[in-house]
């Protein structure tokens, strides 16, 4: 059988750097030679260099250093950090401790691997601490070997309710330390079945040394709760987080889960959400439910991740006050800072659910008082599901750089979630991952760009999309430079194209109910989750105004200002905001239906643009890699030309209001 791909953990032969005679010998200061990490910073090095440039540095330690201890988020941005320093024959790497040296490994490895030189890149010591704490990717692993919107197979974690432990498992760890992912959430949010009995003896072995696998790449193992796991495996009949006999329950199983897996840091919580259960079905708060757990979890220095994702599944269609945009801040911000100093909150970037276009959460930049992660999702569950191509890395740049107003410096979503804006104890950001069983991980090779992005981002936020862009094709795809060059421009515009043959300025959910690809505009329209594009014969939008839900209120000044009003609200989003007549004129001089109409063609015609690049790449790239994503493609191409049909035809029929420019309208 064909061996899984190593993507950019794949070192090849390369061309530069070869008589780079300070690649020969390097010295490691900070950390211990005998510590695991260490160990294996060595050897990815070695292995690296050899596969690379055919040298076998000598390695040597300096000053193994304090270990810093970790009691905060910003201990870990200390521990983590590394210079690196050229000498005339040596490379100096120095770690505050054995992560920091791993990631100044994965540092030359990478320079080595993009064929930068390392005399320039080194030229002066460069110093890099993460920007943020924590670092994660959370997988909607099931036990039974599926995925919850998992679009690259099956999992590697998981089969027939096992526990599957095997070489792919340490390549994993490689694959993502590299790109600097600290900490790994290992099974669904929504826990259920043999899900429920991860915190019993039946997988403790196995999470144990699951565990130390990562822990030796410096990332921590978290896994997922049932709530209700009292009564479901406890044999009690309340979750109540304020009864006594719930929560000596939890303190015995937590005293035995932590003993049994002792590189366990912690866990994700989702409750009262998509039926789930949670603290609401006994009267209590959100903050009452994460703060019992998080109470009994401390002694062992872990942290409980509380998700927001908390909101009304069952709503009438009919009632236009309720808003399901609004929910995530109507449940959580009247218990600001009520949360425990290990609780963090984990909040969905937008404030439906990984649209192609969406407001920031104003969760984030609302909540003052409470530690706080951001949550993306680079499983493309409506972006394209690794079928079309969209490079995510734009979006999250734009969700990092929002201006929240929360404080009169470091605002941006990036300040809040680094931990810098509120001083937080605890924060990071977290993806909703794209990885599967796949030979090449991830289904579409260029949905490798997400997962390898993603980690760079969340490491280097300062990063742009084109740096992280051209590093992942380096590394991954090939080194001819105008191949490199196409790939980018595919990569870079590929979010922007999907959105056009999409959902217009930022209405999102015209997606087919349940599976969430392709179109199907009145799909969630007259249903019971929320998500309505209130379209009629006149025009089309959801008023979230003060005069309609309110919502657009909940921002700080100027946003909210800028939101609640029309002419002032950014063309991408003013159908999230605004109900509007199909003939209201955008910033952009054109009408609503005219965009509509514009979009769509263009969307669909840049997709078949895109696609032919990549056809003409043929003969520069590797038969696997060129006919997986001509495959992708392909099914891409039908996919737009259904929504651009499908919207327009749909607009124009209700509308009755032609295209100016006398297209094709079924
Ligand atoms: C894991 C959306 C998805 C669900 C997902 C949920 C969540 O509703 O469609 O599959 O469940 O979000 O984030 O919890």
Redesign the pocket.
């Known amino acids: 059988m064909k061996d899984y791909a190593k993507l950019w953990v794949g070192y090849t032969p390369k061309k530069n750097n070869r008589d780079c005679s300070a690649l020969s010998r390097i010295v490691m200061n900070g950390a211990s030679e005998n510590d695991r990490i260490v160990k294996n910073a060595v050897s990815e090095l070695k292995d690296g260099l050899k596969a690379m440039l055919d040298i076998v540095p000598d390695v040597t330690f300096g000053m193994a250093g304090t270990d810093i201890k970790v009691t905060k988020g910003a201990d870990i941005q200390d521990r983590e950090e590394y210079s690196i320093t050229l000498n005339t024959d040596s490379l100096v790497i120095d770690g505050k401790s054995a992560s920091g040296i791993l990631y100044a490994v994965f540092d030359i490895l990478r320079t080595v691997a993009c064929e930068k030189s390392i005399e320039k890149v080194y030229a002066v010591k460069k110093t890099v601490r993460p920007s943020n704490p924590l670092r994660m990717l959370n997988h909607?692993d099931n036990m039974d070997g599926s995925i919850?919107?998992g679009y690259s197979g099956k999992s590697f974690f998981y089969v027939d309710n096992e526990i599957v432990i095997d070489e792919r498992t340490k390549d994993y760890a490689r694959l993502i330390a590299s790109v600097g992912i600290n900490a790994v959430v290992i099974n669904?949010?929504?826990v259920k079945d043999a899900a429920s009995y991860m915190i019993t003896d039946r997988y403790f072995d196995k999470l144990a040394q699951l565990g130390e696998i990562f822990a030796g790449y410096g990332i921590g193992l978290y896994m997922c709760l049932n709530y209700a796991s009292t009564i479901e495996i406890g044999g009690l009949d309340s979750a109540d987080p304020l009864d006594e006999k719930v929560i000596g329950w939890w303190k015995e199983k937590m005293a035995e889960v932590f003993a049994k897996i002792p590189t366990l840091k912690g866990f994700l919580v989702?409750a009262d959400?998509?039926g789930r259960p949670g603290p609401f079905t006994y009267g209590r708060t959100q903050a009452d439910g994460a703060n019992m757990l998080a109470d009994i979890v401390k002694e062992y220095g872990a942290i409980i991740i509380w998700?927001c994702?908390v909101y009304n599944c069952k709503q009438d269609w009919r009632d236009k006050k309720t808003d399901r945009a609004r929910a995530g801040y109507d449940n959580f911000i009247p218990m600001d800072g009520d949360y425990h100093d290990n609780v963090i909150l984990q909040i969905?970037n937008g404030p439906m659910?990984f649209q192609i276009r969406e407001p920031i959460s104003p969760l984030l930049g609302g909540l003052k008082k409470t530690n706080q992660m951001l949550e993306v999702q680079i499983a493309q569950?409506y972006t394209g599901q690794q079928i079309d191509v969209c490079y995510l890395i734009p979006e999250f740049k734009e969700i990092l750089g929002f201006k929240t107003y929360c404080s009169e410096n470091d605002d941006t979503v990036a300040d809040i979630i680094s931990g810098k804006t509120f001083n937080s104890r605890y924060s990071g950001i977290a993806a909703?991952t794209n990885t599967g069983n796949d030979l090449n991980w991830t289904g579409n090779y260029l949905a490798g760009a997400n997962l390898f992005g993603f980690g760079r981002l969340a490491f280097e936020t300062e990063l742009s999309s084109e740096q992280i862009a051209e590093e992942f094709v380096r590394m991954t795809i090939t080194q001819d430079d105008a191949a490199v060059k196409a790939i980018m421009d595919i990569l870079l515009r590929s979010r922007e194209v999907y959105e056009r043959y999409t959902c217009p300025l930022g209405i999102g959910w015209m997606v087919t109910p349940a599976t969430?690809y392709g179109c199907s505009v009145d799909g969630y329209e007259y249903d019971r989750w929320g998500t309505y594009h209130r379209a009629d014969h006149l025009g089309i939008g959801v008023d979230r105004t003060d005069k309609g839900t309110g919502y657009a209120l909940l921002y700080n000044e100027p946003n909210a200002s800028m939101y609640n009003d029309p002419e002032k609200c950014p063309d991408e989003l003013v159908l999230f905001f605004h109900h509007l007549p199909y003939t209201h004129v955008l910033h952009s001089g054109k009408t609503v239906i005219q965009h509509i109409y514009d979009t769509h063609f263009e969307g669909y015609a840049e997709a078949k643009e895109m696609a032919a690049t990549w056809d003409s790449l043929k003969d520069k790239l590797d038969a696997e890699i060129y006919e997986n994503v001509r495959e992708r493609f392909e099914r891409q191409l039908v996919n737009a030309r259904e929504w651009c049909d499908q919207v327009n035809s749909y607009f124009f029929r209700k509308s009755g209001i032609p295209d100016e420019k006398g297209r094709e309208i079924w």
Do not use: A, L
Request: hydrophobic share 25%; proline share 0%; charged share 50%.
């Open positions: 909607w919850e919107r669904n949010v929504n989702k959400s998509e998700r994702f969905k659910d569950e909703v969430h």
